[in-house]
C-alpha cells in the first residue's frame, strides 16, 4: 500500500469494513493521488464501486478495464454486475478480440478443460498460473498446524495464535 498498489483482498475487507467509513481517511486518499488506475474491474467486489466512486469526485480521471471474458474470481466475491455501472457516463472503447494464442490455442484448452487427463500438451508459451484464495490460505495453515500438534506432541498453547501474513497491514498507512 506504500507504494499506492491494492490487492483485492485489502479492497475487501479493510476498506469495506473499516476505512470507508472514515473521513479523515477517504481526505487523505484524495489528497495522495490524482487519478484511478484499476484493471480487470470485473474481478473486484462491490465495495470497489463505493470506493470509486468516492475518489472519482476528487480526481481528475480513472481508467477502468472490465474484461467481459475474466471474471477468474467469480465466486470468491467478485461482482462484475455491480462494476459494470462504472461504464456509465464514461468513454467506453472496446477492443478488438486478442489476434495472439488465444485463436491457435481455443480448442486445445477447451479440451484439456473438458477432460484434464487428455494427452493434449500445450505449448512452452503457455505458462501455469496459479493463485491463492483466502480460504486456501487458511486450510494450508490449518494442515500445517494440525502436522505440528499430532506430530510433535505440541500443547494447544504451544501453537500460534496471530493471524495470517496477509491481514498485517503496515501502521503508516492508517
Not at 21 to 27: A, D, S
Not at 90 to 106: D, F, H, I, N, Y
Request: net charge positive.
Amino acid at each position: 500500500m506504500a507504494r499506492g498498489f491494492l490487492t483485492y483482498g485489502l479492497i475487501f475487507h479493510c476498506y469495506g469494513q473499516y476505512l470507508l467509513k472514515k473521513p479523515q481517511y477517504q481526505q487523505y486518499l484524495c489528497q495522495r493521488y490524482d487519478a484511478i488506475f484499476a484493471d480487470d474491474v470485473d474481478d473486484y467486489p462491490a465495495i470497489a464501486v463505493d470506493l470509486f466512486n468516492q475518489l472519482q469526485s476528487h480526481f481528475s480521471w480513472a481508467v477502468f478495464s472490465f474484461n467481459p471474458d475474466g471474471q477468474v474470481r467469480l465466486g470468491l466475491n467478485a461482482d462484475p454486475d455491480a462494476l459494470a455501472i462504472l461504464a456509465q457516463g464514461a468513454k467506453v472503447e472496446r477492443l478488438e478480440r486478442p489476434t495472439g494464442m488465444a485463436p491457435q490455442l481455443s480448442t486445445q484448452v477447451l479440451g484439456l478443460l473438458k477432460d484434464p487427463r487428455s494427452p493434449d500438451i500445450l505449448p512452452p508459451q503457455v505458462q501455469a498460473l496459479q493463485t491463492f484464495s483466502r480460504p486456501n490460505c487458511y486450510d494450508k495453515r490449518r494442515i500445517r498446524l494440525l502436522r505440528r500438534f499430532t506430530k510433535e506432541k505440541s500443547s494447544p498453547r504451544t501453537l500460534p495464535s496471530s493471524p495470517p501474513v496477509w491481514t498485517k497491514l503496515p501502521a503508516t498507512v492508517f
